[in-house]
């Protein structure tokens, strides 16, 4: 997991498994003392336009000014408000899953106040989105969607590199977050089983044993936790392997077959052909 933080490489490596679903987006403003107390039943997030945001959610406390950003997650109760100058921000409803698993981000330590310095190149695009939205331009939804993905992206981008930071004993650009969940600190051994393994064949008997579960409770573990059956994410980090050695034209398939675990060409081209429609000679 070279270059990867911990369970955040679950976003490279099942990329083409995340859905993103966009309930409403609209602007609001909030005059002097404004005061809201409640929860989201879904994703939310604030991009503070004007004045300024006080937050109490959990352990976070803080202020948001013009620039910041407040990524909610459901459920969680919260407490909101302003001071006399009062203020405005753009706020959009959404769901990000991967596979089965609808709300992903629940096990990542992403909500709270976002910097907007940490994320000024994306939350201009969202709001030139956002714009283009609010007028029902042609495409517009689709530009929305795009936008929200791209900033979403620079905030988990962002949790790894702080995380990576932590993990070494350097000091982040971000400040830390609570933790959302322990069920990913749970399979982190087994995620560094399967990148170090790969070359051999590997059984979920053996990712069971790393994660010190039974083999059955560990399959429906896995699967709630991430989206999809660890034997489907065994093939696909396998398949992602298998593409960028292919890209690189620096072994032959019968040497790719070897790298991943595969104990011969024939059965490799045919899981590649499976996955990808096409035979590994003709994917470039």
């Given at each position: 997991?070279?270059?990867?933080?911990?369970?955040?490489?679950?976003?490279?490596?099942?990329?083409?498994?995340?859905?993103?679903?966009?309930?409403?987006?609209?602007?609001?403003?909030?005059?002097?003392?404004?005061?809201?107390?409640?929860?989201?039943?879904?994703?939310?997030?604030?991009?503070?336009?004007?004045?300024?945001?006080?937050?109490?959610?959990?352990?976070?406390?803080?202020?948001?000014?013009?620039?910041?950003?407040?990524?909610?997650?459901?459920?969680?109760?919260?407490?909101?408000?302003?001071?006399?100058?009062?203020?405005?921000?753009?706020?959009?409803?959404?769901?990000?899953?991967?596979?089965?698993?609808?709300?992903?981000?629940?096990?990542?330590?992403?909500?709270?106040?976002?910097?907007?310095?940490?994320?000024?190149?994306?939350?201009?695009?969202?709001?030139?989105?956002?714009?283009?939205?609010?007028?029902?331009?042609?495409?517009?939804?689709?530009?929305?969607?795009?936008?929200?993905?791209?900033?979403?992206?620079?905030?988990?981008?962002?949790?790894?590199?702080?995380?990576?930071?932590?993990?070494?004993?350097?000091?982040?650009?971000?400040?830390?977050?609570?933790?959302?969940?322990?069920?990913?600190?749970?399979?982190?051994?087994?995620?560094?089983?399967?990148?170090?393994?790969?070359?051999?064949?590997?059984?979920?008997?053996?990712?069971?044993?790393?994660?010190?579960?039974?083999?059955?409770?560990?399959?429906?573990?896995?699967?709630?936790?991430?989206?999809?059956?660890?034997?489907?994410?065994?093939?696909?980090?396998?398949?992602?392997?298998?593409?960028?050695?292919?890209?690189?034209?620096?072994?032959?398939?019968?040497?790719?077959?070897?790298?991943l675990g595969y104990p011969d060409p024939y059965t490799f081209s045919k899981a590649f052909k499976k996955y990808y429609n096409k035979p590994p000679s003709q994917f470039v």
């Amino acid at each position: 997991m070279k270059g990867q933080a911990g369970s955040f490489h679950l976003f490279n490596e099942l990329s083409e498994h995340i859905t993103l679903r966009i309930g409403s987006c609209h602007s609001l403003y909030h005059d002097s003392r404004w005061r809201e107390v409640k929860e989201h039943s879904d994703y939310d997030l604030w991009i503070v336009e004007e004045g300024t945001v006080t937050l109490r959610m959990g352990d976070v406390n803080g202020t948001a000014k013009a620039g910041d950003l407040i990524l909610f997650y459901p459920n969680v109760p919260y407490t909101a408000s302003n001071g006399e100058e009062g203020c405005r921000f753009i706020y959009v409803h959404f769901d990000f899953g991967i596979g089965d698993r609808s709300r992903i981000l629940d096990n990542f330590p992403l909500s709270g106040i976002v910097a907007g310095s940490s994320v000024q190149e994306e939350a201009a695009l969202f709001r030139q989105a956002f714009e283009r939205y609010s007028n029902r331009s042609v495409l517009s939804s689709v530009r929305l969607k795009g936008c929200l993905t791209v900033l979403l992206a620079k905030i988990i981008e962002n949790a790894a590199e702080s995380e990576a930071a932590a993990a070494s004993g350097e000091p982040a650009d971000t400040p830390p977050k609570a933790r959302a969940s322990r069920q990913m600190d749970i399979l982190q051994p087994v995620f560094r089983f399967v990148h170090e393994q790969l070359h051999r064949p590997i059984a979920v008997r053996e990712l069971a044993e790393k994660a010190g579960m039974s083999e059955k409770y560990f399959i429906t573990f896995f699967k709630q936790t991430v989206g999809v059956t660890p034997g489907y994410y065994l093939y696909q980090v396998r398949m992602n392997r298998a593409r960028d050695y292919l890209y690189r034209r620096s072994y032959t398939i019968k040497q790719i077959a070897e790298l991943l675990g595969y104990p011969d060409p024939y059965t490799f081209s045919k899981a590649f052909k499976k996955y990808y429609n096409k035979p590994p000679s003709q994917f470039v």
